[in-house]
């Protein structure tokens, strides 16, 4: 299957798994392919931003087996920040560092000249204009629900926070906001640190240890959720309810 989105990985060990490599490289974005052969592997992404994510991988380990990626010829694709800020943002429209950290959260590990490169990208490319709205208008819809008309959620202090972040719950699913993301953003953007979030992913101004920061919060939020899910699995199962309890998403964009 041809793509002009593709990438070469070359170093796999042969005990990864296709499954284990689609996993990894998923993390860059939607993937419709990936040929394999022992050690090596072609990757078919289905945007060219997701094959750009992917190529800053190179020399990243994956189970102690060092990566090669590279591109024979990827395309050059017209600016990032030239989309429609309505339009449903997918996990190749984050900033670089964001996608980075959530590797981190997940137990990946990447080198500072790894994250610098991310860093280096989204100073230079800027961020996705869809996702930065994505951001803005997360943060005034759900600071509108719980605090009035022209508030953000983000500019609040900490005697808000639990009061916002019930009202988190509420957003609603037709303003395009992705049911999986939502989860974690609404959270993140809701807590004493909300600022510092709300930045992270609209601002190029980071360093490496910003990108760290952000993994941690994302890996907390993975921690409080397995919580809560086998808390409510636990007292369902005592009462017998048939109520479905939903799962943590395995998907890349942040995981929650």
């Keep these: 299957m041809f793509s002009a989105a593709t990438v070469n990985v070359s170093g796999i060990d042969p005990s990864i798994t296709h499954e284990r490599l689609h996993d990894f490289f998923t993390f860059c974005g939607k993937i419709s392919s990936i040929d394999r052969r022992e050690k090596d592997a072609i990757i078919h992404f289905e945007k060219l931003s997701a094959a750009k994510t992917a190529i800053m991988l190179n020399g990243g380990t994956l189970d102690g087996s060092t990566l090669t990626v590279t591109s024979d010829n990827l395309p050059q694709e017209e600016s990032e920040n030239d989309v429609k800020g309505d339009q449903p943002i997918d996990q190749s429209d984050k900033p670089r560092a ?101 930045a992270f992913y609209t601002s190029t101004s980071k360093q490496v240890h910003d990108i760290h920061e952000e993994a941690r919060r994302i890996a907390d939020q993975q921690k409080e959720n397995k919580v809560s899910v086998e808390t409510t699995s636990e007292t369902t199962a005592e009462t017998g309810s048939s109520t479905s309890i939903p799962q943590p998403t395995t998907q890349a964009a942040p995981v929650i």
């Design 98 to 198: 964001g996608i980075a950290a959530e590797y981190l959260a997940k137990g990946y590990q990447l080198s500072d000249n790894i994250l610098q490169r991310m860093i280096e990208f989204d100073q230079k490319q800027g961020i996705s204009t869809r996702f930065v709205n994505y951001i803005h208008n997360l943060d005034s819809s759900l600071g509108a629900r719980a605090l009035g008309p022209d508030q953000t959620i983000s500019s609040k202090v900490q005697a808000t926070m639990e009061s916002a972040t019930q009202q988190a719950k509420a957003v609603d699913e037709q303003k395009g906001f992705s049911k999986i993301a939502h989860d974690y953003y609404a959270r993140a953007i809701s807590s004493s640190f909300g600022q510092r979030v709300k």
